[in-house]
């Protein structure tokens, strides 16, 4: 094979896309390609697309006019979630090689050596969780795709015909894999999925918590983290495993509104009041762990007073990470059509709201924990996250010298940093 067929990918959106293009990564690897940087002017590019907002439909189509006018002659592929809802659109772009979908996406590999003339035979069993033993590629922590798609019809959602109806992986290759990124040293293993506790055994069954209990059965060197998880899955179950010492003192439970009209009118499953209790279980046994959670404001209807009662849970449970969307109209779903839009300038001014807040309830969290002991993993660049996600940099950076990236340390936040505008950081000792 030519020494210089290199391959480069750019990937925007989800934990999900992260780990799709470091499995695509590491099979074209095998395959006897090279993967480099795009500043390396790769003769193939990937870019692993997201559709989760119309800004990021936008921004796919912006990067991909960029990618080919900047690498001309090389092979532009597009997969991910907008290449499977917007095929059509993007074929139309003069410049790209071919458009697969996330229900295709593993072929990839295939189409792209066929492409190059190379003949190689596409397997007749690739399904979405044919990805093989994937570690992470230029991060330290390594995702885990368990599971797929969502059978929800929230109305405001455009996932479920982006990544279909949901489907788990095998349990015991899940295990097989969480062996397997323990035994290479990875310390920091995240379960991600569309809906992680719909995930269903073999039998069909809802098991999320069972493959939980098995696998920090096997935690020896690494821990686990969850991406995040549905307001109806979290209970008292759940609540006990999270204190497991290998267990992430970490939990994200999307809210999207705190009006329980409006969570009516989005199709969720639960009020704000079931919302307020669920999380409560989980406080009662674990006081000090962090937070998190998604926010749809400027939904069709949303008034100031509703906006408020979401200000109000964030502020109750002190939410130190806020992931604010402003609302974004979806082709294909319901809430398309609703009437009383919000204006535009009133979404912004909203998200901004919700931005300050995570900002100050996160310095609040870091500075409520300067003194205690946390096990810390150190990233790239001096940048090391706890289990309790607090994010630091070491006070003697001296001492990096004789660290490896991807080790465990035992540090103390010994002073918060402000950054303007976004999350600062910790001092750590």
Request: glycine fraction near 8%.
């Amino acid at each position: 094979m030519n020494e210089k067929f290199r391959v480069g990918f750019q990937t925007l959106g989800c934990r999900l896309n992260i780990f799709e293009s470091d499995g695509l990564a590491q099979k074209l690897e095998s395959m006897g390609l090279e993967t480099v940087s795009l500043l390396e002017k790769p003769e193939v590019v990937v870019i692993n697309t997201c559709t989760v907002t119309n800004k990021a439909d936008s921004k796919n189509r912006n990067l991909i006019r960029n990618t080919i006018k900047t690498n001309p002659g090389a092979q532009v592929w597009v997969t991910g979630c907008y290449a499977e809802t917007d095929k059509e659109i993007l074929e139309n772009i003069p410049g790209i090689t071919g458009v697969v979908g996330n229900s295709e996406k593993s072929k990839l590999p295939y189409l792209i050596l066929q492409k190059k003339s190379i003949e190689v035979e596409i397997p007749d069993k690739l399904d979405r969780f044919s990805y093989s033993d994937v570690l992470p590629v230029g991060h330290t922590r390594a995702y885990l795709k368990i599971q797929d798609g969502c059978n929800r019809v929230c109305s405001y959602c455009k996932i479920p015909s982006a990544r279909g109806k949901g489907i788990s992986r095998n349990e015991e290759d899940v295990l097989k894999q969480v062996e397997f990124l323990q035994d290479n040293g990875v310390g920091e293993i995240i379960l991600t999925g569309v809906n992680l506790g719909w995930f269903r055994n073999s039998d069909g069954k809802k098991s999320f918590q069972s493959l939980l209990e098995k696998i920090l059965k096997r935690m020896e060197y690494s821990r686990i983290r969850i991406s995040s998880i549905e307001p109806s899955d979290v209970n008292e179950g759940l609540a006990e495993l999270l204190t497991h010492p290998r267990f992430c003192n970490f939990l994200h439970v999307p809210l999207q509104s705190g009006s329980t009209e409006i969570l009516k009118k989005m199709k969720r499953s639960y009020s704000s009041d079931s919302f307020r209790k669920r999380i409560e279980v989980v406080l009662k046994r674990n006081p000090n762990i962090f937070l998190g959670t998604d926010v749809i404001t400027g939904f069709p209807g949303e008034t100031e007073e509703m906006f408020h009662e979401t200000l109000s849970i964030l502020k109750e449970f002190s939410f130190s990470k806020i992931h604010a969307f402003p609302y974004s109209p979806r082709k294909g779903t319901k809430a398309m059509d609703f009437p009383d839009q919000i204006p535009g300038e009133i979404k912004k001014q909203r998200v901004k709201v919700l931005n300050q807040l995570s900002n100050e309830n996160y310095a609040n969290y870091c500075k409520k924990n300067i003194g205690n002991r946390f096990e810390f993993i150190l990233e790239r660049g001096n940048s090391l996250v706890s289990d309790n996600n607090i994010r630091g940099k070491m006070k003697d950076e001296s001492l990096l010298q004789n660290l490896k990236i991807g080790q465990f340390l035992e540090l103390s936040p010994v002073e918060y940093r402000e950054s303007t505008g976004k999350e600062g950081y910790c001092y750590l000792n």
